[in-house]
């Protein structure tokens, strides 16, 4: 029981140490080497964990993915403001993984495993949305499916805009 808490504490240092290295100088520009240092072990060990960076990425898009899942929409019936307030306070409010987010999608456009991940979150945060709006007054004509798919839409360039302030802001 010891070792395989010992195991999962390891791969968790390396996907920590994963995400700190992509904040700094993003995935394609990180080694193995910078990320074994990172996570103070050597290659050889973090290999042993996973089987190369590639896989570290997974995990690590599990995790976000995961975390996304469980904050930004919660399960329950609560009133559709609440669930509102709960988006927008869990994704656009002090976010600083938002850089990394878009990243992961761009990533994933070559990497199957990863695009079945992240399409995972925008049917569910598709799902979440149509409840709302099958529980909301609506324009007259629009169905709670076709304003789901809009908003939905809206969801990504108001995330694509959060990150370009954040990049203007940092270069002021």
């Not at 896989?55 to 898009?61: E, G, K, M, P, Y």
């Not at 199957?112 to 569910?124: M, N």
């Not at 304003?147 to 990150?163: H, N, P, T």
């Amino acid at each position: 029981a010891a070792a395989r808490r010992d195991g999962r504490a390891r791969r968790k240092a390396i996907v920590r140490a994963l995400h700190r290295l992509m904040i700094a100088q993003g995935f394609a520009e990180t080694t193995l080497k910078e990320l074994a240092a990172e996570a103070g072990m050597s290659v050889s060990h973090l290999l042993y964990y996973y089987t190369g960076k590639e896989a570290i990425l997974i995990a690590f898009c599990e995790e976000i993915v995961e975390r996304v899942l469980a904050t930004a929409f919660p399960q329950g019936d609560d009133e559709p403001g609440a669930k509102i307030e709960t988006l927008v306070r869990n994704r656009f409010v002090g976010r600083p993984e938002s850089g990394i987010w878009k990243e992961v999608k761009a990533l994933a456009i070559h990497r199957p495993e990863l695009c079945r991940l992240l399409a995972s979150t925008f049917r569910v945060r598709h799902d979440h949305l149509l409840d709302l709006f099958s529980r909301t007054p609506r324009q007259p004509g629009l169905s709670a499916d076709d304003a789901a798919e809009m908003a939905g839409a809206m969801w990504e360039g108001l995330l694509d805009s959060v990150q370009l302030d954040g990049l203007s802001e940092a270069e002021a």
